[in-house]
């Protein structure tokens, strides 16, 4: 299980109170707080260094790129901070100095007083991952026509743009969304995408905004979730030790043989990489229920958690404000618990078709595959949700809100009675 430690870096001040600050990424990784809390913040920070560690297993770059990119003078110009637009969020002061440690499955990275230290994990196994961060923003790419033709400033929007086509391409004919018995066709001709549903089609570009924020969020999960599942059934799920070392002494082979040009080491490199697939799907999502009434929360939730499962390595990392996703995360812990009472039983199968009708057999998850952070903006703090039982406490800041807006009302209440 990979894991990250944050201190004084953008809102990110003291950094998570327990787990000697440790931030575990689980299986399903959520967090939740106020805007400004930091909930993106460390999202992009989980998104970085799971590339660095991949680029650094595949030998896209070595220890030393990293190392120097990540000095003092090249802070406003890491390019791959910048690529989340990070890139300003260190601090400098002497006393409060950002700190960051990353340990992953291959490699740790620690960055203290201003500089970075790799060190490789050994007798590990590494589940290559693809890795996509899916932006708030992703519902402006299909209110636009022509998105192909924008500059934009955003390299991940770009990247998520890239794998929209992908999507889109990999359509064959019609394809069910999991919400309102809708489903999309694409038009290559044209290229757009048109929404079927009872009685009528309407393109994506004017269907309403919860739609526009839905299926690209859908289609990419799903596209590269299925990519990945191809691709780990034609190799082996993980990569071993003895397979790494194998494939770090191809690297570097080839990085010093001086008889090849940059561009054909490039070359040699991506032969050597296609030997070893992708076996994981990390799927980082900002604010999943954007534009989405409950129900079609609980249904587009339950569609990234059927991504989700496909793979042992794959991972599910959101933010959100929505405390129906809180709720849905506890009913699907509670589903898998009541599943595996269910198997022991005497009425297995009429007590799991019942079960396997509330919740899919695939969107269910074990407990202890779940972590909930709630961020605190006043203190730039991280805390875990307590769990009961497994179940996430609802004594959260989305169920308190909830729970304010009660008080208020019953103060309304008293004012009238004084009248």
């Known amino acids: 299980m990979s894991r990250i430690k944050i201190k004084n870096f953008g809102p990110i001040k003291e950094g998570c109170k327990t787990n000697d600050g440790w931030v575990d990424i689980k299986k399903v990784t959520a967090f939740i ?75 740790s990275i620690i960055y203290k007083n201003d500089s970075l230290v790799i060190s490789e994990i050994q007798n590990k196994e590494y589940p290559l991952p693809q890795i996509m961060y899916v932006p708030a923003e992703r519902n402006f790419i299909t209110y636009v026509k022509t998105p192909k033709e924008l500059k934009l400033s955003s390299e991940s929007l770009k990247e998520f743009l890239t794998e929209f086509d992908n999507a889109k391409n990999e359509i064959k004919g019609f394809e069910n969304l999991p919400i309102n018995n809708v489903g999309v066709e694409y038009d290559k001709l044209n290229d757009s995408l048109n929404l079927k549903g009872e009685g009528y089609k309407v393109k994506l570009t004017e269907a309403s905004s919860g739609f526009q924020s839905l299926v690209p969020l859908y289609l990419v999960s799903d596209y590269l979730s299925n990519s990945v599942k191809r691709q780990s059934e034609a190799t082996q799920q993980t990569m071993s030790s003895e397979e790494m070392q194998r494939f770090k002494k191809g690297v570097e082979d080839i990085w010093s043989n001086d008889s090849l040009t940059d561009e054909q080491k490039r070359g040699a490199l991506s032969v050597l990489s296609s030997k070893f697939n992708k076996t994981a799907f990390i799927n980082i999502v900002e604010e999943p229920e954007q534009n989405l009434f409950p129900t079609s929360q609980w249904q587009m939730l339950q569609s990234l958690l059927k991504c989700n499962s496909m793979n042992l390595g794959n991972k599910l990392i959101i933010t959100t404000h929505s405390p129906y996703i809180i709720n849905y995360l506890s009913i699907v812990i509670q589903g898998e618990y009541l599943e595996s009472k269910i198997k022991k039983s005497s009425k297995k199968s009429t007590m799991l078709s019942k079960l396997y009708h509330l919740i899919p057999r695939d969107s269910m998850v074990y407990s202890g595959d779940i972590a909930i952070y ?32 009660n008080l208020i009302f019953d103060s309304l209440l008293e004012i009238e009675q004084e009248l």
């Open 33 to 107: 707080g106020n805007q400004g809390s930091g909930k993106s913040t460390v999202a992009k920070l989980i998104s970085t260094f799971t590339w660095i560690e991949k680029a650094l297993v595949r030998g896209d770059y070595d220890k030393k790129h990293f190392i120097k990119t990540f000095t003092k003078k090249n802070q406003s110009k890491n390019q791959y901070l910048n690529y989340h637009r990070l890139e300003n969020y260190f601090v400098v002061n002497e006393a409060d100095k950002t700190e960051i440690e990353y340990e992953g499955d291959a490699f």
């Open 374 to 405: 709630q961020l605190d903006e006043k203190d730039g703090s991280i805390k875990k949700l307590e769990t009961i039982y497994g179940i996430p406490s609802d004594k959260n800041f989305l169920n308190e809100t909830l729970a304010e807006s």
